[in-house]
């Protein structure tokens, strides 16, 4: 393992979640036409491998990672 890598495995041990923020600049409507295409996720991020779940209040949505490399 690259000492790089150890060490972010080391900061996210036992960390459940992980928050970002962005600010994009189009209408949220066609923001979430493309968030929520999750088939698509592997061609434009191959970090996301898979996504499974809907969308919908009180509904859970899982997310499959593979870091490239």
């Known amino acids: 393992m690259k000492p790089i ?20 600049n189009a209408p949220a409507k066609a923001v979430r036409t493309v968030l929520y295409k999750f088939d ?7 970090f996301i491998v898979k996504v499974d ?8 949505v899982t997310v499959s990672v593979k870091p490239v490399g």
């Open 5 to 24: 890598s150890l060490v972010g495995v080391l900061l996210l041990a036992g960390c459940t979640s992980v928050q970002t923020q962005i600010e994009i």
């Open 40 to 46: 698509d996720y592997p061609n434009w991020n191959p």
């Open 53 to 60: 779940g809907s969308v919908a209040e009180g509904r859970d």
